[in-house]
């Protein structure tokens, strides 16, 4: 064999095999297309974010349809890990169906484009019995993380949202409501209901929103420091000497404005939650109302 030609074949052995190309069909059965990747899990950020290899790039991918509590210390050792109750759970519940597929993992996106920050908004899967599981699903049908609606990459909308219903009403993990410790007024009967449609234009009335909390207890129920969030990772946090009366309610405006008696101001510029539109895509979202241990207290979820 001439030098030359050797040379070319071994050149060809060890080149670096090319990247797989993207595929496209049906995010779901019956669902809109997608486009799908390969790839492999460098490394578990949270219960929500991981670092994933590509086609020839690392991508930062955000878990698309999910929210998993704040960890606040990233590490690749578990032990090491801190952040909010059921955020290190949920990390390492991520981690465990990665690495239960060998980091393997096939992303899917219904627009390749989407973004969520800096990272790309992908759904994720783990190869499991021969097929793919949908990690996002997983996630929140454990109670490992919040459902979070997406009017982009709307596929999975429906399915997580029934999901999250069904790990509601089972009590499991962040909707055990004392799972973080006895936590202050325990047995409290509390109620949380959200006005998520404005009146008028929702982009001019955020205060037209709003989030309710009854207690139908016979005791007054102290909220200093207790705090109610959507789906998203907004946060209104009640301020020092707030209380729900026995029988009574208090009400929190998306909007600004000053704390009136009942009443208290979130002091967002825009709305907070997502409009259901009719429109087949399963928009939806929720109202969360936390203790300061981190328990879940009582919530409406909408879609």
Sequence with gaps: MRRAAATALLALATAPAAAPAATSGPCLPG?????????????????????????????????????????????????????????????NRLEQLVERSRNVVRLAAQDPSSRSGGRWRRSVAVRAGGGWRDVGEVMVAEGHALWLT???????????????ERAAAQGLRLWDTDACGAGPSAGADLEVRVNW?????????????????????????????????????????????????????????????????????????????????????????????FDPDGDLRAWEMYR
């Design 150 to 164: 997406n009017p982009v990459e709307w596929a999975w909308n429906a399915r997580y949202a029934a999901a999250a």
């Design 197 to 289: 449609d404005a009146d008028g234009v929702d982009v001019e009335n955020p205060n037209g929103e709003w989030i309710r909390v009854a207690n139908r207890s016979q005791q007054d129920v102290p909220i200093a420091g207790w705090w109610v969030r959507d789906s998203a990772l907004r946060r209104f946090r009640f301020p020092s000497g707030a209380a729900v009366a026995a029988g009574g309610a208090v009400t929190v405006r998306v909007g600004r404005g000053e704390a009136s008696g009942t009443v208290f101001h979130w002091g967002l510029d825009e709305p907070a939650f997502e409009n259901p539109a009719g429109d087949g895509r399963g928009v939806g979202d929720g109202a969360y109302l």
């Design 31 to 91: 669902g809109p297309r997608c486009t799908f990747w390969s790839g492999r899990v460098v490394h578990v950020h949270d219960g929500d974010t991981l670092e994933v290899r590509s086609a020839g790039r690392t991508l930062r991918v955000r878990v698309t349809g999910i929210q998993a509590m704040e960890q606040t210390v990233y590490s690749s050792f578990p032990s090491r890990r801190r952040g909010e109750c059921h955020a290190v759970a949920a990390t």
